[in-house]
């Protein structure tokens, strides 16, 4: 029985359990909880100076988790097994962060405008879509791969890493691009 078996099946052969619902339920309950904050949420009222630097702490936490995600990576791909986890965990806990402080962000600021204008335009705008439509994504990709990894169901944890780890860093290096364009811009 390999570590992705736990259980037996109707007919006998091996069932392997996972939360999906569970995993998807919560992505989706994060997914509109973010839409309403942003889009549809009033603005709360501040004068404190430094929520105009939150944009920046952000870009910033976003850059320490895709380096953090590369070095683990790289940690695993060179047999550090020990050190992977750690890597990887740090880059979750940097994005955790960045979560964090982009909600205090548009509790405060609401929506962002982009007011660049010509070319600038639908490149931006294509950007922030598949930024925004893969950080939907990218949750319930990173909770299973948390979840397999803790669970060492490594053979899972692997397969579904290879689409979390690129896509989790197109979204955290599109997001640190997006606020260069926004400070160019505006």
């Known amino acids: 029985m390999s570590n992705d078996s736990l259980a037996l099946g109707s007919g006998g052969e091996p069932k392997a359990r996972t939360p999906l619902g569970s995993i998807l339920g919560v992505s989706a309950a994060t997914a509109a909880f973010l839409i309403w904050w942003i889009y549809f949420k009033t603005p709360g009222a501040s004068d404190a100076g430094w929520i105009s630097a939150l944009p920046a702490v952000n870009a910033t936490f976003n850059t320490l988790a895709a380096a953090f995600m590369v070095a683990g990576w790289w940690a695993i791909r060179q ?40 070319w600038i335009r639908p490149f931006y705008f294509s950007l922030l879509i598949s930024h ?35 896509t989790w860093l197109y979204v955290s290096v599109t997001g640190v691009v997006i606020f260069f364009l926004l400070q160019a811009y505006t």
């Open 132 to 166: 925004i439509v893969l950080s939907v994504v990218m949750l319930p990709m990173i909770l299973s791969t948390l979840f397999f990894a803790s669970r060492k169901r490594f053979a899972s944890h692997k397969k579904i890493a290879r689409w979390t780890l690129p």
């Open 79 to 118: 047999g550090r097994r020990q050190l992977h986890p750690k890597l990887m965990l740090t880059g979750v806990g940097f994005s955790v962060l960045f979560l964090a402080s982009y909600l205090v962000y548009h509790h405060y600021q609401g929506d962002t405008p982009f007011p660049g204008q010509g």
